[in-house]
């Protein structure tokens, strides 16, 4: 036997803070070391936090990092313990995304990122380039301060890989596994057993299956230990990293950590038989005869033994069963981290929400108390760091520290209720149950006379009054009466997120949180500058549909009931007037479902359709209950009111990013925000296409009818079947 055990780990880095992220390298270390690891893997770009993005291309970024790899090497930290930092490093005039790989005080190697992420949320390319060289090894000098503290001039740079005296090991970071052509699979074939992926992988619903099934498909059908490494937190932005950081050998997974968590440093340690991967190469006959005519990689020699012989005392690592959340846990658990890692570094006291008692703001209501909650949890676990930080934020005394989610909810989170004539008492004591559930100090504020007063204030400048449009007034007043409550109801939050903790003789400010879902942000149904203007926002990129699932969980698994019938009620705004005979409705006001908006967004974003192509997609989907005539009226009418208020999502609140299909115009969906709303090209096209097809409702064969078996929207192609699935685009 050849016992080889390994370390993996989730860390919460901060972006560009350097004290934070080198205690958390460092205790990540202790813990690998203290459970008898020999190899421990950190996330990529771990020493400067993933997501400096344009700090990246300041010279400071890099001297710090270096300055704080020097203190890892010049302590004994790295003794007998092959270490894989990731920074940033410049070679001649190119900056290169790293592993440092590093053992007993030495650097052994610098292997930069060969295959760099830049799409979706990703702008590796700004700041990296991609190292090209795949034939040989050169040499870095290394600078001049770090060559002197270590007696260390020059270090192999490039694609490679380490071998040891008794197995090979190397490195594979993040997009490189994904790509078409992963370096681990030439990588094998020259003899690495082991390959340690350094990550900054983020959140997205329904997307931790993908990932675990690139690990596992790795080493199914070539063999090896293939070890994964991530953040886990936000580091400072819109992301929140889901560590699960994992360790899977020969395609299965025998150790994985925590998708979700409030700890700093979470360690996964396993016990791995190399005998056990060398064997199964050697069962593989395709597997000899590509190895047998390989293409060589070049390799740096470490004269060191890492594994340990047959002991009955080390037991190697069992395979286990994958640990996955629902959708539903990964609402509530992922926006929650994201939230306590933003309130305990932005110096902020706590939360304001204003709550309407409508599905949205409640499950923002519902995050923010399985936040508290979580925390609750973790500091009768024995986290430190969470209790310092609950201290702190609750400005606890005496030794007293949070025991109880509502208790702690009381204290750090504030909820109200801005109600009008518009409003309903069935909304208002849906709020107000809520919040007792879960602990806010709720209040219920009246804003009728703050209308009145503006209303009047225009009336004497114009000499004219606005109606809504069930009394008579037309569009534009109706519109112009409902922007002014919206956005009274903005300011007023922010008024009183910044005096409230001095009404009540507590420091600092609160934050506002945002409650419009990523379909709302897609098709524009808010007022710029409303309640979704607010300070951040934990449900802006999930779907209305998911949401109304999360409340029906939460009403059960985090004890709040009151969310149950919140859930079945329908969604309005209440900013018109209730009268026996109308009473306004989100869907209505919209012209579309939420499920229409859904799959408008879905082919949009992931599929790329424009105009036309959604229109041709959709009269597959739809085809067998309209007319390409109203397939083509219902796309045309998506298409006019998303350029029109297209512009809102310049504003948009930065919002926890869950969902593929989000429209967050910041650096996710990057298009115009200026169209031609009418779309006349692309409409004639698609009018001709209705002519040509004669108005007929489309008879869609399905694959049962022909013998086949299908399981996914058979007849309507991948993009229409697609459109409904929430889990394309991962």
């Not at 930092?85 to 052994?108: A, D, H, T």
């Not at 107000?432 to 219920?444: F, N, P, T």
């Not at 503006?454 to 037309?474: A, E, I, M, N, W």
């Amino acid at each position: 036997m050849r016992l080889l055990k390994v370390a993996t780990c989730n860390l919460n880095q901060w972006a560009m803070d350097f004290d934070v992220n080198l205690k958390n390298i460092k205790e990540s270390i202790v813990k690998a070391k203290e459970a008898g690891a020999v190899i421990r893997l950190g996330p990529e770009l771990e020493i400067t936090g993933y997501g400096c993005e344009d700090h990246f291309l300041e010279l400071d970024t890099v001297n710090h990092a270096w300055e704080c790899l020097k203190d890892l090497l010049l302590g004994d930290w790295t003794d007998g313990i092959l270490c894989s930092f990731g920074m940033p490093v410049i070679k001649g005039s190119e900056r290169y995304n790293c592993q440092v790989l590093c053992m007993n005080s030495k650097i052994i190697m610098i292997r930069p990122k060969m295959w760099l992420a830049n799409d979706g949320n990703y702008r590796e390319l700004r700041w990296f380039t991609a190292w090209k060289q795949k034939d040989q090894l050169v040499e870095f000098q290394l600078p001049y301060e770090i060559s002197e503290a270590l007696q260390q001039k020059e270090v192999p740079f490039g694609y490679g890989y380490i071998q040891f005296l008794d197995t090979a090991v190397a490195a594979e970071i993040c997009e490189e596994l994904f790509t078409p052509s992963p370096p681990h699979a030439e990588l094998a074939l020259n003899g690495v057993e082991v390959f340690m992926n350094a990550s900054g992988s983020h959140h997205q619903l329904r997307k931790l299956d993908v990932r675990l099934r690139a690990f596992m498909g790795a080493t199914h059908t070539r063999g090896g230990v293939y070890m994964y490494s991530n953040h886990q937190g936000c580091d400072g932005g819109r992301l929140y990293y889901d560590g699960c950081a994992c360790v899977v050998v020969n395609g299965d997974l025998v150790g994985q950590g925590s998708q979700f968590s409030l700890r700093d440093v979470e360690v996964v340690v396993a016990q791995i038989d190399l005998e056990a991967v060398s064997s199964l190469r050697g069962s593989i006959s395709s597997f000899q005869e590509q190895a047998s005519c390989k293409t060589t990689v070049p390799f740096v020699v470490a004269p060191y033994k890492l594994c340990q012989s047959f002991n009955l005392k080390l037991c190697p690592s069992s395979p286990r069963e994958i640990n996955y959340h629902c959708p539903e846990e990964e609402i509530a658990f992922g926006p929650g981290c994201w939230l306590w890692d933003y309130l305990r570094r932005s110096g902020a006291s706590g939360f304001l929400l204003p709550l309407s008692g409508g599905a949205d703001s409640s499950s923002v209501a519902a995050i923010v108390g399985c936040m508290c909650q979580l925390v609750v949890k973790e500091i009768a676990n024995g986290d430190e760091q969470v209790k310092a930080d609950a201290i702190r934020i609750g400005k606890y005394t005496e030794g007293q520290f949070p025991t109880d989610s509502r208790e702690f909810a009381k204290r750090i989170f504030y909820t109200v209720f801005t109600g009008s004539e518009n409003s309903s008492e069935a909304t208002r004591s849906r709020a107000k149950m809520l919040a007792d559930e879960i602990g806010s100090w709720h209040l219920d504020v009246s804003i009728d006379s703050v209308v009145s007063a503006l209303l009047s204030l225009f009336q004497t400048v114009t000499g004219k009054r606005p109606r809504y449009k069930v009394d008579g007034g037309s569009n534009i007043e109706n519109l112009g009466l409902q922007n002014i409550q919206a956005r009274i109801r903005m300011v007023l939050a922010f008024m009183l997120a910044s005096l409230l903790p001095w009404v009540h003789n507590k420091s600092g400010f609160y934050l506002v949180l945002g409650s419009s879902n990523v379909d709302e942000g897609l098709r524009g149904y808010l007022t710029k500058y409303d309640c979704s203007s607010a300070d951040i926002n934990p449900i802006g990129s999930i779907s209305k549909q998911d949401l109304r699932a999360f409340l029906k969980w939460a009403a059960v698994h985090l004890g709040y009931s009151s969310l149950a019938e919140i859930e079945a009620a329908p969604p309005t705004a209440e900013l018109e007037p209730i009268r026996s005979n109308y009473s306004q409705l989100d869907e209505v006001d919209m012209g579309m479902t939420y499920e229409e908006l859904s799959i408008y967004g879905r082919l949009r974003k992931i599929f790329r359709c424009g105009p036309v192509s959604m229109f041709q997609n959709l009269c597959y989907r739809w085809g067998a209950k309209l007319t390409p005539s109203e397939v083509a009226e219902k796309v045309k009418y998506f298409f006019k009111y998303y350029s029109i208020n297209r512009h809102k999502m310049t504003v948009l609140t930065p919002s926890y990013h869950a969902e593929s299909y989000s429209p967050e115009d910041n650096r996710f969906d990057l298009r115009q925000f200026l169209y031609n709303a009418r779309w006349p090209y692309q409409f004639r096209q698609i009018d001709d296409l209705v002519r040509e097809l004669d108005g007929e409702k489309i008879h869609l064969t399905e694959p049962s009818e022909l013998g086949v078996t299908s399981h996914a929207g058979g007849g309507m192609g991948v993009a229409a079947a697609g459109s409904g699935n929430p889990n394309v685009g991962l």
